[in-house]
C-alpha cells in the first residue's frame, strides 16, 4: 500500500528554519492508518514522521552542576582500560572518584563512538550521565572530527533511548 500525503501548515517556529518558507507553505507528513476527523492531528493514524529537536551545548562548567537531560563525558581507550578525558574529573569526584573503575568493570573499553549510559542522582544534577568513547590517545588531544563522531553517537543513544 503506498503513502499518503497530508498537508501541514508550518509553524512560526519552523519556519525560520527551512530555506524559501513563507507562512502560506506547507510540508508533506508521512502517514498510514485510518482516516481523522480532526485537523490538529495527521489524516492518516498510525506511523507519521515528526519534527524532533535535540539540543547541544558545549561547556566548560562543571559537570555535576549541569541542570541538562544528561551530561556526556569522554573516554579514552588506554592501555590499561578506560581513561577519563579532560573535563571529567569534577564528574569523577563528584561520584567519589570511582568513575574509571565503575567503566572498566562496565566493560567501557574507550573504543571510539561507545556508548555507554549511567544513571546520574546523587551529587550529580543530571539524571544520566553518557560516556562516550574518543579511541587511543595518540598524541595527547582528540581530533575535532573524533568529538564530533562522538557527540553524534552520544546524541544517538540518547535520543532512542528517550524513544523508547
Sequence with gaps: MGANWQLSPLSAQ???????????????????GRPCLTRDRAAWAGTSIRAVTTTLTITTSAP????????VIGVIKG??????????????QALGGGLAATLATL??????????????????TAPVIAAVGLG?????????????RAAGAAVRTLTAASRA
Design 64 to 71: 555535576s552542576s549541569i541542570d541538562a537531560d544528561a551530561v
Design 79 to 92: 592501555q590499561d582500560g578506560p581513561v577519563l578525558a579532560p573535563g571529567a574529573a569534577d564528574l569523577d
Design 107 to 124: 566493560g567501557v573499553t574507550g573504543q571510539a563512538e561507545e556508548v555507554t549510559r549511567l544513571p546520574g542522582g546523587g551529587p550529580v
Design 14 to 32: 519552523s519556519e525560520g528554519n527551512l530555506p524559501n518558507a513563507t507562512p502560506a507553505a506547507y510540508v508533506p507528513r508521512v502517514s498510514r
Design 136 to 148: 587511543p590517545d595518540g598524541n595527547g588531544s582528540v581530533e575535532p572530527e573524533t568529538l564530533r
